[in-house]
Each structure stands twice: as structure tokens, then as C-alpha cells.
């Protein structure tokens, strides 16, 4: 079974920078060129902030970068501020039309 | 603007069914393909369903295959999931969402979700 793995929780103070990672556990999600990440406000709907590893839709603040290394896909939140408290997802196509979501991590800015 | 407003949801025993609505406005409906998500209380999102934009393709989850029907009607702008066979761990914010323009498996636009309960 296909999973994401994300740290339940990051923190950072404002300016500062934070990364959250997203581990896959099978071969297919390690190709990992279909990767994307949410951003989630409590009670609010999930936002697309990154897409296809390192892309930002439009509107989205280029303080927000995705990477990846390895099996390892990661989103960085530069120059922290406020409204960047947050849950965050990271998600991947998998093959065989199916779509998972990583367990969420929850920002934390100090 | 683009605008996806669910509608529907409410309290269901276990064993029973419902449907969600979905109205999308501000965009060419039929020119996207459009996805299901849930989000069950204090926990993760849940891929479970997407559709083609002319309905004749449809991708399911494994934990609501059989169960759940997603259609759309390009005439009236709008989604609906079929939900049968409910089970408690059906319980969440079902959201309905619009492709990214680059592909089907990012989603862009979201509404606001639509709580569905199960429980007797």
C-alpha cells in the first residue's frame, strides 16, 4: 500500500524558514513527479500551493518553494509570517488514476 | 471568479444513502474535469472520486469503489456524488474541487465542503 509520510507538526519564528517533508513508501510514489502541496486555515478549504514538485500557482507568494530529493518531496515556507499558520499537505499522483494525500503537518509560527 | 458551492449534506444512519450537490459558476464547467474530497473530523484529506469533463471517465478510490456514484451534468453546471451504503467512517467534509489546468490530479479550486454525518 502506497503511502505519504509527513511530520505532524513544524514550527519556525516569523522571518525565519521552515521546510516539511513528504516520504513515500513505494516505488511508485517515488518517482514523485507529480507532487503537490495544500495549505489548510482551520474551518477554511484546502488552497494548491505548489504542483508538478516546484510550481506555483498563480496568486501563491514565492516565498513558498517545493523541492524534491530522493523519495523525499519537500515544501519550504521562506520568511515566515503569521498567516502561514497552517495545516499542509503534500499529495502525489500514484499511477492506476489514484491520488493520496500525505497525513498533514501543522505549522506552527512561534 | 470561480465559485463551487456544495450542498446536501446532513445526518444519515449507517446503511443509508445521500447525495451531494455541487454548483460551479465563474468558469466554462464543461471544459474540466472535476474531483471529490473528504476530510474526515480533525483528521487528513481523502482523494475519492475525479470525473472526465464529459462524465464517461471516472476514477474511484478503493474505500468508496462500489458504493459511490460521481456524475455531472454540464447542462446545469453541476456535480453530484451518490452515496449509498454508508458506513461511520463515511463521516467528513465532503469537498468538490476543479483540476489545476496542467493536470486532472491538482486541484485548484475547492468550495466549501459539505458535512455528511453517519451515525445512528
Known amino acids: 500500500q502506497s503511502a505519504l509520510t509527513q511530520p505532524p507538526s513544524a514550527s519556525g519564528s516569523p522571518g525565519q524558514s521552515v521546510t516539511i517533508s513528504c516520504t513515500g513508501t513505494?516505488?511508485?510514489?517515488?518517482?514523485?513527479?507529480?507532487v503537490s502541496w495544500y495549505q489548510q486555515h482551520p474551518g477554511k478549504a484546502p488552497k494548491l500551493m505548489i504542483y508538478?514538485?516546484?510550481k506555483r500557482p498563480s496568486g501563491v507568494p514565492d516565498r513558498f518553494s517545493g523541492s524534491k530529493s530522493g523519495n523525499t518531496a519537500s515544501l519550504t515556507v521562506s520568511g515566515l509570517q503569521a498567516e502561514d499558520e497552517a495545516d499542509y499537505y503534500c499529495?502525489?499522483?500514484?499511477?492506476?488514476?489514484?491520488?493520496?494525500f500525505g497525513g498533514g503537518t501543522k505549522l506552527t509560527v512561534l | 471568479e470561480v465559485q463551487l458551492v456544495e450542498s446536501g449534506g446532513g445526518l444519515v444512519q449507517p446503511g443509508g444513502s445521500l447525495t451531494l450537490s455541487c454548483a460551479a459558476s465563474?468558469?466554462?464547467?464543461?471544459?474540466?474535469?472535476m474531483t471529490w474530497v473528504r476530510q474526515a473530523p480533525g483528521r487528513g484529506l481523502e482523494w475519492i472520486s475525479s470525473?472526465?469533463?464529459?462524465?464517461?471517465?471516472?476514477y474511484y478510490a478503493d474505500s468508496v469503489q462500489g458504493r459511490f456514484t460521481f456524475s455531472r451534468d454540464n447542462a446545469k453546471n453541476s456535480l453530484y456524488l451518490q452515496m449509498n451504503r454508508l458506513r461511520a467512517e463515511d463521516t467528513a467534509v465532503y469537498y468538490c474541487?476543479?483540476?489545476?489546468?496542467?493536470?486532472?490530479?491538482?486541484?485548484?479550486?475547492w468550495g466549501q465542503g459539505a458535512l455528511v454525518t453517519v451515525s445512528s
Open positions: 474541487a476543479r483540476r489545476h489546468s496542467s493536470a486532472w490530479y491538482y486541484f485548484e479550486y
Open positions: 465563474g468558469f466554462t464547467f464543461s471544459g474540466y474535469d
Open positions: 470525473i472526465s469533463t464529459t462524465g464517461q471517465t471516472l
Open positions: 513505494t516505488s511508485d510514489v517515488v518517482d514523485y513527479k507529480y
Open positions: 508538478e514538485v516546484n
Open positions: 499529495s502525489s499522483y500514484v499511477g492506476s488514476s489514484n491520488v493520496l
